[in-house]
């Protein structure tokens, strides 16, 4: 009896096999292996990597709602935005220079100017999309503090490297010729151990989007102060805006109705200039064009405030702007020239 329950195993394996060995098998596995392929590249088509910064900073989150904003499914206009976790904004630039997969940045209007001296052609490299957001410098001192020449050979901290604070802050003490003793430690021990009057720290410098927790939250002696900075007084003009620090910033630490002047450091999205014509160059191009088409979403409630204050059309010096976006700016600006009524003069 068992002769014939062998045979038949025997049958249905070998018929098994007929079957796998037919065309129609192959050409089965041809087909699967060829919708693997094209759904590789379906989901890598319109991807764009944009490079944010430290997930505590404000860098990032304007990465996400980026993302947020300008992702789409619809196969005709579809893009995929992944903002990527890095050292910080700083090191944001040398990411889109050298990061496989990153072809936009935030970074830091005053990292041009080291990297310009370190590589060539940057400004063939890369180009300039929008104006974010101004980081704010705060240089905040202890009581005895009175006046920016009172810090020289004092220990200022300027957070930890790979910050906008740790970057840019020596950087403008330079330019304003003040020699202090650095530190880069985090911050919240800093501003503590300036409140209990240890280790000798005279200022921290926060280089960042007013205005700061650590201001608003904490409860500070009398005579603890923001220190101003007048743009005129050091060579600022090529990288850096005048701004303020006011008493609504900061109720607890600026009298109502006075400015603290200071300057600010421009925070901006830029993007590598790929070759015309090629893949990267069409993502960065729809990037563009979904971002600055839905500008208006950016400043509903839930995203960044400093959203509300985003110039389009505001320039980088020594930056040109990425070709699709001028003529996406020149585009529309003609539109609304256009649908003006007669009689009402341009602005």
């Known amino acids: ?16 096999l007929a079957q796998v060995l037919t065309p129609s098998a192959a050409q089965t596995r041809a087909d699967r292996a060829m919708s693997n392929a094209q759904a590789v590249a379906k989901i890598n088509a319109w991807t764009v990597g944009l490079a944010g910064g430290l997930l505590e900073g404000a860098p990032i989150r304007f990465a996400t709602e980026i993302a947020r904003v300008v992702d ?8 995929h935005v992944f903002p990527v976790v890095t050292r910080g904004p700083v090191e944001n630039l040398e990411a889109l220079l050298y990061l496989r997969g990153i072809d936009a940045a935030i970074i830091n209007a005053d990292a041009l100017e080291q990297f310009r001296t370190l590589v060539p052609n940057l400004d063939q490299r890369v180009s300039h999309i929008l104006n974010l957001f101004p980081s704010e410098l705060h240089i905040f001192v202890r009581p005895e503090i009175q006046s920016l020449a009172d810090l020289r050979g004092k220990k200022v901290n300027f957070n930890t490297p790979g910050t906008t604070a740790a970057y840019s802050g020596p950087l403008i003490f330079d330019r304003l010729r003040l020699d202090v003793d650095k530190t880069f430690i985090p911050h919240p021990v800093a501003l503590e151990q300036m409140r209990r009057g240890e280790g000798g720290i005279a200022a921290v410098v926060f280089v960042t989007s007013k205005p700061v927790d650590a201001f608003l939250r904490g409860r500070w002696d009398p005579g603890f102060r923001f220190l101003p900075v007048d743009i005129m007084e050091g060579d600022f003009m090529n990288y850096y805006l005048p701004s303020v620090l006011t008493s609504k910033d900061y109720p607890q630490l600026i009298p109502e109705g006075q400015d603290i002047q200071t300057i600010s450091v421009p925070t901006i999205l830029v993007a590598y200039n790929w070759p015309q014509n090629t893949e990267r160059y069409a993502r960065v191009t729809r990037l563009v064009n979904h971002l600055f088409s839905r500008l ?11 959203w509300r204050e985003v110039n389009l059309t505001a320039q980088v010096s020594g930056l040109r702007r990425f070709t699709p976006a001028q003529e996406w700016i020149d585009r529309n600006r003609a539109a609304g020239q256009q649908r003006a009524p007669v009689g009402v003069p341009q602005r």
């Open 1 to 16: 009896m068992r002769m014939p329950v062998i045979g038949a195993v025997l049958f249905i394996v070998l018929a098994g």
């Open 72 to 79: 789409e499914v619809d196969e005709s206009s579809a893009l």
């Open 296 to 306: 208006d979403q950016f400043r509903a409630p839930g995203f960044h405030p400093a």
